[in-house]
């Protein structure tokens, strides 16, 4: 069972992102303060649900939360500013629409920039330990995917609604005879032999 939350102030969210590791589309971050008495047996980190558990589930954060906010860092961005601060931003921008502010901020991973003045704390695989990082874990793969599932529209031969832009050899084949898209980030390594790809 995952502990509710970290610290001793009510209003704490937790704060994770999705898509880090993609070729294609932006990352995107959630942030979610969940009541003091919030509980639920399924909830866990994104990474070890189904899709189907992943969109039951995102309705039920959505209504039981006190706050939650979303944010996607498109690719322009990411490789303006490199994928770690873009993550970083995501996890900002999803934070500043949360209403009423935080006042801590639990966040996945070890790497996290102060957001005004507010004490945060980074956790390791947060996502397996704390609700609220696993509930914006959640909403950041389900609002990411939805993102992926509508550009697929766009761009099918990539097959975005089945690898969602992660490196799969289906997405690299699909990159190797079309070439890249906007979609894609340009700062990443697209193929394993970058060079023979022309930017």
């Not at 996607?72 to 931003?89: C, G, R, T």
């Not at 529209?153 to 070439?179: L, S």
Request: charged share 25%; glycine share 6%.
């Amino acid at each position: 069972m995952l502990n509710l939350k970290f610290s001793k102030f009510i209003l704490e969210c937790g704060t994770d992102e999705a898509g880090r590791g993609c070729l294609a589309g932006p990352v995107t971050a959630a942030a979610v303060i969940l009541p003091t008495d919030f509980s639920n047996e399924i909830l866990n980190d994104s990474k070890q649900l189904s899709e189907k558990k992943r969109l039951s589930l995102q309705p039920i954060i959505e209504q039981q939360s006190v706050a939650f906010g979303v944010a996607h860092i498109v690719p322009e961005k990411i490789d303006k500013i490199n994928i770690l601060n873009a993550s970083i931003l995501a996890m900002h921008k999803s934070i500043k629409k949360l209403n009423p502010n935080p006042e801590f901020i639990l966040v996945d991973g070890n790497r996290f920039k102060c957001f005004k003045e507010i004490p945060h704390q980074t956790i390791i695989k947060g996502d397996g330990k704390y609700l609220n990082i696993a509930a914006a874990s959640v909403l950041a793969k389900t609002y990411r995917d939805l993102y992926m599932m509508q550009i697929h529209e766009e761009f099918p031969m990539y097959n975005w609604k089945k690898n969602k832009g992660y490196p799969t050899e289906e997405h690299r084949a699909a990159i190797k005879k079309y070439g890249p898209c906007k979609y894609h980030r340009k700062s990443f390594r697209l193929l394993p032999e970058q060079l023979s790809l022309d930017l």
